[in-house]
Each structure stands twice: as C-alpha cells, then as structure tokens.
C-alpha cells in the first residue's frame, strides 16, 4: 500500500472516529490537516531521528529513515492521539508505555497547540525491563525497539514540546495509584498481556474523570481490554492501522460518557488469552 492510499485510509478511520464522538463532520479531519501541515513537529522528529543515528547509532525501526517527508508514515494510533488532544483540550493526560516516544511526541504537540495541558507518561527503559522481566511487551516487532542503555524513554520527542511533560520511571501498576491528577485522556501502550492490561485500566480508570476517554494499543495481542469493556459494559470503537504496515485491528476507544455505554452484551464473551 503506497502512502497516499494510507492517507486515505487515516480520513476514513477519522470519519468513524467523529461518528462514535458525536462531533461535527470535518472537524476532526481539520485537525488532521492541520498536522499534516505541520512542518515544524516533522521536521523536529526528524533532527531527533538524525540525532540519535549519529550520536547513538541506533538505527532500528524508524531510526533506519534518512528524512520522514509525510506524518502518514506514522501509525494512525499516533494521528489519533493529536486529533483527541486537540479535540478533547485535556489538562492532563496519562500515557502508559513510552519507549522511544512516538506516542508521546504527538500528544504532546496537541498539548503544545492547545497552549494547556500536561502529559504524565510512566516506562521503564527498555533495556531494564529486558533485564528484569520476563516479557516481550512488543513481540511483532523483533528487537527494533531494543535500544541502548544510554537513552531514556521518549528520547524522539523533539525538545520545544517537553515542557509539557513529566516521566515517571517505574510500573505503572504502582505508580498510577499514587498519581494526584484527573486525567481527561488516557493511553495504554505498555504490557498487553490479558492480566496486565485488565489491572491496569482499572487503575487508570479510578484516575479518569467521568467524560474522559481511553486510547488502547494493541488490543489484538490478548482479550483484556474487552474484557474491561464487557465488565464495564463500555462501548468500544475498534480501529485498524493505516495500511502502512498491515490492515490489523489495532487500536481500541472508549468514553466513559458515550451514550451507548451500558448496552447489555456489548463485546459478549471473553477469555483470559
């Protein structure tokens, strides 16, 4: 699939998007036009991309890149984040999962549009939870996200977006509880595994005020998030990737205030894989 098809898939998946929010037509696609525009956040990811090849050599994944020249290569999960902190104007937003920030990186630039707003992401280095865990939280990827011990989580992030922003090192099974905001908006990218993830929305969710919304990664690896939905009776929109990669049902959206919320029998039975 070439980059414009992919274009044209991230308008469809907006379309879905504004339909399960209940927005006007148009209006998230504005946003997406708007980072489409973007030359400074692209051309900022890519000095940290150029950055980190020459002065880390790390050139895995999406560090193999001389010039990323459209923000479509991007993952839509990633489009997604932008278009719902521009949307929602959150003051604070949790992110679970950082590694070398991608998610991050386009979170923050809504925040930094928006002129409000804090990001507050919680991650271990990779290299520590490969020394201390026995769990390939990204296994599709092979060893593209193993990266060196001398970089931190995030480190795509370009510099001018990180006032915006705190990072806890840690498990977020443990540090969410201690955390004192209200989140408006809430990503999980960290462990999917069906106990992981199950445990740790139901933290996040004691977190969220009661119009926030969820953003899922990963919901294909195991059944945690729709168990959650199915617990919760939560009405889910499930989106697939770009194309850029695959068409995979990929990414999952809840609102805790939807209007169909509370449906009975909403994701039917789940298993514990």
Not at 37 to 58: A, W
Not at 118 to 127: C, G
Not at 154 to 167: A, K, R, V
Not at 181 to 201: C, Q, W
Request: aromatic residues 10%; contains cysteine.
């Amino acid at each position: 699939m070439n980059i414009q098809e992919s274009h044209q898939c991230n308008l469809w998946n907006i379309e879905r998007v504004e339909n399960f929010l209940g927005t006007k037509t148009g209006e998230l696609q504005q946003y997406y036009q708007e980072l489409f525009d973007d030359t400074t956040f692209l051309d900022g990811l890519n000095e940290r991309i150029k950055n980190v090849r020459e002065n880390h050599q790390f050139t895995k994944g999406i560090f193999s890149n001389l010039n990323i020249d459209s923000i479509d290569w991007f993952a839509f999960e990633r489009i997604l984040l932008y278009l719902s902190v521009r949307y929602l104007k959150p003051k604070a937003v949790l992110e679970t999962g950082v590694y070398y920030g991608g998610n991050t990186a386009f979170i923050l630039n809504g925040l930094h549009k928006n002129g409000s707003g804090n990001l507050i992401s919680i991650d271990y280095p990779d290299s520590n939870i490969r020394e201390t865990k026995d769990v390939e939280r990204h296994p599709d990827v092979g060893d593209s996200e193993f990266y060196q011990k001398n970089l931190q989580p995030g480190f795509i992030s370009p510099g001018y977006l990180l006032d915006s922003w705190t990072l806890h090192i840690g498990d977020s099974h443990q540090v969410i509880p201690t955390l004192d905001e209200n989140f408006d908006l809430y990503l999980h990218d960290s462990e999917h595994s069906y106990d992981f993830i199950k445990k740790e929305m139901t933290l996040a969710m004691a977190k969220m005020n009661n119009t926030a919304m969820a953003i899922i990664d990963d919901i294909d690896w195991s059944n945690g998030f729709f168990s959650i939905c199915d617990t919760h009776k939560l009405f889910p929109l499930c989106l697939t990737d770009n194309g850029k990669d695959n068409l995979r049902m990929r990414t999952g959206v809840i609102k805790l205030d939807h209007p169909k919320n509370n449906s009975p029998a909403i994701c039917g039975a789940v298993g514990t894989s």
